[in-house]
């Protein structure tokens, strides 16, 4: 007010903790990370128990990161990954501090990337007592001499601090033999879940003494099938689930594991295990009829017989993933959709699934639908009546919806899953080139002024006798074909109707419209202003400007990851109006746009501070030497991708 005395107002009274911390409980975790900066209150409000469960730390190896773990001994539980571990000082001094600092208040450990020592994690396990979580996938530096636990004593001490651990993950390891196998194994007496995905398994021959598996009692050299069974036997009580992803686990070898008695597993994951046919599936559902996870993408061998084995004999399914699966038909599908715990059906590239049995299984059902997600990536043979069918089927649950490269899907899809799908939080198009405007828009496509070329006269044609005799005009290919226009009276005309334009999925996370060539300024500027979304993809479309960009930014305040690559309208102008709206973008893709300069990046660096990721490969304009400059005005800057036309990678 005019003429008031600015330091005889009162001060705002500070809000009790509690109602604070009741406040942004109503907020999702990206918009609490942002009201987290306002002041230290608020920052403590966020730090609340009820908002830390199940946080997990990620970092590199580094003299930084000491402090950062002193930090962290103030938390109650914790977990860490922590990458780029070796045998120096510096890493075995990080690892001796986790385990002074964080040692009986971590619950997951995972070193990806690492070649830790067996001393430097020997001093490091017995301290880690609380730990359910063990990940040592790809350490090979542990396993290769085959002296990991040789001793009593250091067995004894690990026995003892992991006892409670229900998680080990193995996967990729090349040197795992029987024997490292049944020191660390016999360590953790009450596993639930065990990885050996990718890892050298003998199922049924022994390479290295050229006779069978099961001949030597425990083998120093490799893996055996009769070794993990006994541990499966011994662990039956616990174990829920398995994964022998990569590996050539043939048929008899899977049922011996699946006939162990009394166990009972929840999740198998055997994904891209080539030996697998559809009798073996069949084995392993008469045994497991338990099973609520099941991956077998990737195996090739398989058919619809498998499919209606696993519908018959799996009640309790929840997620499959059939994806790669080549060989697989409709027969079946109708049975399995009929499951009622099904959640999650992953059929990607299966290019034989049209949809039909699915539309008839989930039609004669007579309860409510629970299917969540649904895969239907690369399915040449779904069409339009598929789509609106399964989107008035499954609109009250779906939740997660890929039609990537399904060439058959045109506007009245689109038109269908915003009509009926308003709980959808992923929607993925990408390469669905039959989309346009008018599909986003709601809009059914009026003709345009000019004449339509399938209406006039023009002349002679091809036909299957004659080819190109150099006068005939060779027919327009489609990926030649303009889009038609959408005119602003188009647009006032939106603006004014109720219709089914993709604006009704208000609860969208995730939009991916790549390579869908025939979307222009007129769609993107006018229907993607989701506040929530935070991953969005428009790569691939030759047609968009600086418009779309700076539109986007404006209404989708969210976005932590943005792909633009190969967009040739978009320019500096674009990211100047776009890059202040976009404080929280993490991820951010710019590759083959020839007209971003390095204008564009020190735009970027001084709105988008919390970059992990930029891809500025094959901008001719921008230089080296400004790509160093911003990684050192950038925090969180991890990996910039600056590739020349020429093809030198110049990756950071």
């Given at each position: ?6 330091e ?34 608020w920052y ?67 070193l990806p ?31 290769m001499?085959?002296a990991?636990?040789s ?19 193995l ?24 990885s ?12 290295y ?18 070794n ?5 036997t011994?662990?039956?009580a ?8 990569r ?29 697998l ?76 699934v ?16 629970q ?44 038109r ?9 939080v ?7 080139k039959?989309?346009?405007d008018?599909?986003l ?34 027919p ?18 939106f ?19 790549s ?11 006018q ?30 305040r969210?976005?932590t990851s943005?792909d ?31 007209n ?8 970027l ?34 990996n910039?991708?600056?590739?020349l ?8």
């Amino acid at each position: 007010m005019e003429g008031s005395d600015e330091e005889d107002s009162p001060e705002a009274p500070e809000l009790p903790l509690e109602i604070l911390v009741y406040m942004l409980g109503f907020l999702p975790t990206s918009d609490r990370k942002e009201a987290s900066l306002v002041c230290r209150s608020w920052y403590i409000a966020s730090l609340d128990l009820r908002f830390q469960k199940n946080v997990t730390f990620c970092f590199p190896a580094s003299a930084s990161s000491l402090e950062l773990v002193r930090g962290l001994g103030r938390r109650s539980r914790c977990s860490l990954i922590i990458s780029q571990l070796d045998g120096f000082s510096l890493s075995r001094s990080l690892l001796m501090e986790v385990g002074l600092c964080l040692g009986p208040k971590l619950d997951s450990l995972a070193l990806p990337g690492s070649s830790v020592s067996e001393a430097s994690l020997l001093a490091l396990l017995p301290r880690l007592t609380s730990l359910r979580r063990l990940d040592l996938r790809g350490l090979d530096s542990l396993f290769m001499s085959g002296a990991f636990l040789s001793k009593e004593e250091h067995r004894r001490q690990v026995r003892s601090a992991l006892s409670g651990l229900e998680e080990l993950d193995l996967s990729n390891l090349r040197y795992l033999s029987d024997l490292t196998f049944n020191r660390l194994t016999g360590c953790t007496p009450r596993l639930r879940r065990l990885s050996l995905a990718g890892c050298h398994i003998a199922f049924e021959f022994d390479p290295y003494r050229g006779c069978p598996v099961g001949t030597v009692e425990v083998s120093s050299a490799l893996l055996s099938l009769r070794n993990v069974r006994k541990l499966v036997t011994e662990q039956t009580a616990t174990l829920v689930a398995l994964d022998f992803s990569r590996t050539s686990i043939t048929h008899e070898s899977l049922r011996s594991i699946a006939q162990v008695k009394g166990l009972a597993l929840e999740e198998l994951c055997l994904q891209s295990c080539k030996e697998l046919t559809d009798y073996s599936v069949a084995v392993l559902v008469k045994h497991q009829s338990s099973l609520q996870r099941l991956d077998l993408s990737g195996c090739t061998e398989l058919t619809s017989r498998a499919v209606l084995a696993i519908a018959q004999g799996l009640n309790s399914l929840t997620h499959l993933s059939l994806s790669c699966d080549w060989r697989i038909t409709e027969t079946g599908l109708e049975d399995l959709v009929s499951v009622s715990s099904l959640k999650s059906l992953d059929l990607s590239e299966c290019p034989l699934v049209g949809g039909t049995e699915m539309v008839n299984g989930l039609s004669r059902r007579t309860e409510r639908t629970q299917l969540e997600k649904l895969h239907l990536r690369s399915c040449m043979y779904i069409r339009d009546e598929a789509v609106f069918s399964l989107t008035q089927l499954l609109g009250n649950t779906l939740r997660h919806l890929d039609l990537t490269s399904c060439a058959n899907v045109t506007d009245l899809s689109v038109r269908a899953i915003a009509s009926y799908l308003h709980g959808l939080v992923v929607l993925r198009l990408c390469d669905c080139k039959e989309v346009t405007d008018w599909g986003l828009l709601g809009m059914v496509e009026t003709s345009a002024c000019e004449l339509d070329e399938e209406k006039e006269d023009q002349g002679p044609r091809f036909t299957r006798t004659f080819g190109n005799m150099g006068f005939f005009k060779p027919p327009r290919l489609p990926f030649q074909e303009r889009p038609k226009m959408v005119t602003q009276d188009h647009l006032e005309r939106f603006k004014q109707q109720s219709g089914a334009s993709l604006l009704a999925l208000r609860r969208l996370r995730e939009l991916n419209l790549s390579a869908c060539c025939k979307l222009t300024d007129s769609s993107i500027t006018q229907v993607v202003r989701y506040p929530d979304l935070q991953h969005l993809s428009l790569s691939m479309l030759p047609e968009i400007t600086d418009a779309s960009l700076s539109d986007v930014a404006r209404h989708c305040r969210s976005l932590t990851s943005l792909d633009l690559s190969y967009c040739a309208h978009i320019s500096d102008h674009g990211v100047a109006q776009a890059a202040p709206h976009l404080p929280r973008l993490q991820h951010l893709d710019l590759s083959a746009c020839n007209n971003i300069t390095d204008k564009s990046l020190f735009l970027l660096a001084q709105h988008c501070k919390r970059l992990k990721t930029l891809d500025v490969s094959m901008c001719n304009s921008v230089s080296g030497t400004t790509v160093d400059l911003i990684q050192s005005q950038l925090p969180f800057l991890e990996n910039v991708h600056y590739k020349l036309h020429s093809g030198t990678d110049l990756t950071l």
